[in-house]
């Protein structure tokens, strides 16, 4: 996600920095965005000249002190609210007063990570989708205590990537994840009641509703241990039995077989 970020990014004319953890995963986030500019160029949707003004957007660092004259930073860390909170803490210490703090997170509480900092009206859930390139949608996510001027920003900052913003409340899920995955969860059951084949559910999906994607090739796409992450947090805000994890998801989960990402999930990749 941080990849497909800032490659919507240095496309729509902003320079970034990408703070990466390793060289390693610098290199490879660098070799996506270069591969998704070098296919355009080839396809002929972007000239030679946007294309080099593209990747010379984009710096690929290690340092957090690199960030320091960011004037907006968006968090795409693990899942973790202790991690997040930490790294949230630390950037509010690095950046300019007047910068803004947006989080990618999908399910966690921004006022949360708000409250790590001294400036949490400047703290904004900024959620885009996977993959970033494609879908044109982003939650902006308004807290108890974020700015109007915040709000303002962060969507005229979405607007600026082509992104289509839509204002949402700090509660778990947002909009569409909090539609979506008990969906996903509740094609799990169907599979384990034996209703039909995980093949026909997909198809029924697609073909009865239109979807680009059915349930089980898109709980693989998206991660198991993603998802089931994400309906434990659904679960532990609502309370909704939609939302508590289908067993086969927690046994996939424990047996290492995650989707796409790992070769395995549903289906073999």
Not at 63 to 92: Q, Y
Not at 119 to 126: A, E, L, Y
Not at 228 to 238: C, M
Not at 244 to 251: C, D, F, S, W, Y
């Amino acid at each position: 996600m941080g990849s497909g970020i800032a490659e919507a990014c240095v496309r729509s004319g902003h320079p970034v920095w990408l703070r990466v953890r390793t060289d390693r995963s610098g290199q490879a986030a660098r070799a996506y965005v270069e591969r998704t500019l070098a296919r355009d160029l080839g396809r002929g949707t972007i000239g030679q000249e946007e294309h080099d003004a593209a990747i010379d957007r984009l710096t690929v660092t290690t340092r957090l002190e690199d960030l320091a004259g960011c004037d907006l930073v968006i968090e795409s860390v693990v899942e973790d609210l202790a991690v997040k909170r930490h790294l949230f803490s630390e950037l509010d210490q690095l950046l300019d007063p007047e910068a803004l703090l947006a989080t990618n997170t999908s399910t966690l509480a921004v006022t949360s990570l708000a409250a790590a900092t001294k400036r949490p009206d400047k703290v904004v859930g900024i959620h885009f989708f996977n993959p970033v390139s494609r879908l044109s949608l982003v939650e902006v996510v308004r807290t108890l205590v974020v700015s109007e001027e915040t709000l303002e920003e962060a969507s005229a900052f979405a607007r600026s990537l082509g992104k289509e913003p839509i204002t949402v409340a700090d509660e778990a899920g947002f909009v569409v994840n909090a539609l979506l995955f008990p969906y996903l969860n509740s094609a799990v059951r169907l599979l384990e009641r034996r209703v039909a084949s995980m093949e026909d559910i997909d198809r029924a999906m697609k073909l009865g509703c239109s979807f680009p994607i059915g349930p089980f090739a898109l709980l693989d796409l998206v991660g198991l241990d993603v998802a089931q992450a994400i309906l434990g947090e659904l679960y532990q805000e609502t309370g909704d039995q939609a939302a508590l994890a289908a067993p086969t998801i927690k046994r996939m989960c424990a047996a290492g077989y995650l989707g796409k990402k790992t070769g395995r999930g549903f289906y073999t990749y």
